[in-house]
DNA sequence: CATGAATGAGGTTTCATTCAT
DNA sequence: AATGAATGAAACCTCATTCAT
């Protein structure tokens, strides 16, 4: 009787639905990804979603959450320690592209999939980008010193944040071939290392 | 009814039907607009939408090419003559933003709302950004001489063509503050312009 | 200028959208047979239709007229002159089974198709049916003499009529065989011919 | 609201929906008939209707099923341990003529209504008139003897099935008298008893 | 007479969600 | 906590019919 034990299958059902959702959602999108779909592939009934989600669109947000509270959550810790903005800029996008490519069909959903899918993801996407921005903007202000005016700093940091969100599409969109991820930091750091120097006269 | 010539409103009912889906969809985003809304504020009769569109996925699928229709060929447009590879990238970006710029309704749509929302949107969006970052790579592979690898060029033109959807995104959001993407052009011109020089040794 | 002369496909457009109806309901049956449909086919403009039926259903109930006009007449005609009961059931049967064999396509969707499609073809079927009924019963009483009860006769008849009926409808099951039908009276003619006997002490 | 074991109406929910399509089938017809009827006929929601039919075509078959399946059971077992021939013909007519005197809606619908109703009424109905006209070839081979052709035996067959059916379709459309298929079976074993001896020379 | 664009009522079906057991 | 039968709102789309030209 000890907790988490029991039957096979007991291993928590919120996450058995979560994991459930994940897939059927990355294979026929949010719309189409029915609660009945997911209850069948979680091996649960249909009523039991509705113990751990109050709503559809619960699970979709909290897959979105997952994703991109990994991502920062990664970028804040790779940065602690960095000698330089420039260094801190890298070790962030080479965590955060380290996160998606962890889970290519979480990617899938959050980058593909979810965004028009309902509404409250886009509010979600957009608190994330922003987030993400602020994080990269820090570093640019900094690599700029006070030279660079503060829209340049803003497009900078979201072009960095598109970049890597493309690039990481791109390579969900092919099929996420392995080890796809793990050279596109050094280059987009070089890129944008460089890149940012031009924005200073 | 079929009010006849001159009467006001007549123009075209299939441009008033995708105005109106514009609009629609802009505000709801595409599952929520219901055909019935958008003949409603097109001011036609419900079956009227079926005699100039298939289905509700089509006024959809119009919208997303309306756009991306004009941005490429505004970037195939603005490229020709150009002197260097930097000018044909820094005025195929200009071009680009200046047509995302003239609609932010249709900008908002497209790259906020569009993908996810059905699963034709996702494809004709994947055709697209492979077609500007074709686009973009021939510069960049230029840009680079002989010296890059392959994988950087795709690299770095995923990041121009993601960069710039970032950066309209990011305005579309901000509620397209007029002249917001004027100066956009011009920072990441010098961005990329100066990055790419550091992709190679 | 002469009448019925003029551009090749102006012979009576109400022929016209006849025939094609026949053609288009035969083959899809009346529901799913749209006035759309029997326009093109007939080469007019949806509107002309309504020149020529007031609606959808009178085009039907044409079809199932023309056929069963034309089998009353035949029927009718044939009878004329027949030296005994025997030969004027005999002759009827053969007549009634020569028009049913003359279209193939009109007899399929009158006898097929037609009966439960719409409520007014119930009506007139009922109508038609009786009709005949009577013809064959005034047969069947005469050759029972006045020995058998009208309730007899009455069955009598409907199991002619019943059964001229199966045996076109299986012919035309078949895909109407060619000369499928020559025999049939024969046969029909000498099972009812004896059998009504068996029906008086 | 799901309200659990006795309550009035509880009876099987799949039952009560047959019974109120029949119902309300056979007085508008199939097409005229709309699941709402139904399901408001049945005192259940619209959507309970699709937990035991899988679309509304699929009421209907099940209807037609019922009776034909009824019917070929009861001549099926009549015509067991008849010593002659002729003997399970009538037997064969009797029982099912008694399965459609039992239930007139039924009869009315699957008789009247539902033919061209549907193409899977069609289908459905072409191989039950094939099954019941076997099961009469049988016997009217045998009764033949090896006298008659093999084309005879095939309309009188469908002669028989052809009768009986027009036989039951009357008395429908009069209303279903009372005790109005009683003596049909008698009449008509003893025309087609009669009758078939008339086939051979 | 002929046209065909426009109409709009209406039906089938899906599916997120509830709640008695 | 878990179940799953039942709910009922809602949306897409079709198509018979009209009528201004």
Do not use: N
Not at 87 to 94: A, V
Not at 105 to 118: D, E, K, N, Q
Not at 145 to 155: C, F, T, V, W
């Amino acid at each position: 009787m000890a907790r988490g034990g029991g039957a096979r299958g007991t291993a928590d059902r919120g996450e058995r639905i979560l994991r459930a959702a994940l897939e059927v959602m990355a294979e026929r999108g949010y719309a189409a990804a029915t609660v009945r779909d997911i209850t069948d592939r979680a091996g649960v009934a249909a009523g039991t979603f509705y113990l751990y989600y109050p709503a559809k669109e619960a699970v979709g947000l909290a897959l979105v959450d997952a994703l991109y509270r990994a991502a920062l959550a990664a970028a804040a810790s790779a940065r602690r320690g960095a000698p330089s903005p420039e260094e801190k800029l890298m070790r962030s996008m080479r965590a955060v592209l380290a996160v998606f490519a962890r889970d290519p069909a979480l990617s899938r959903f959050v980058l593909l999939l979810a965004p028009g899918a309902h509404p409250a993801f886009d509010e979600r996407l957009r608190e994330v980008h922003e987030a993400l921005c602020t994080l990269v903007r820090d570093d640019v202000a900094e690599i700029l010193g006070g030279r660079g005016d503060g829209r340049s700093a803003d497009l900078a940091s979201q072009a960095v944040v598109g970049a890597v969100g493309e690039v990481v599409t791109s390579w969900v969109r092919q099929g996420a071939p392995a080890g796809g991820l793990d050279d596109a930091a050094e280059v987009l750091s070089r890129l944008f290392g460089r890149g940012l120097g031009g924005l200073v006269p």
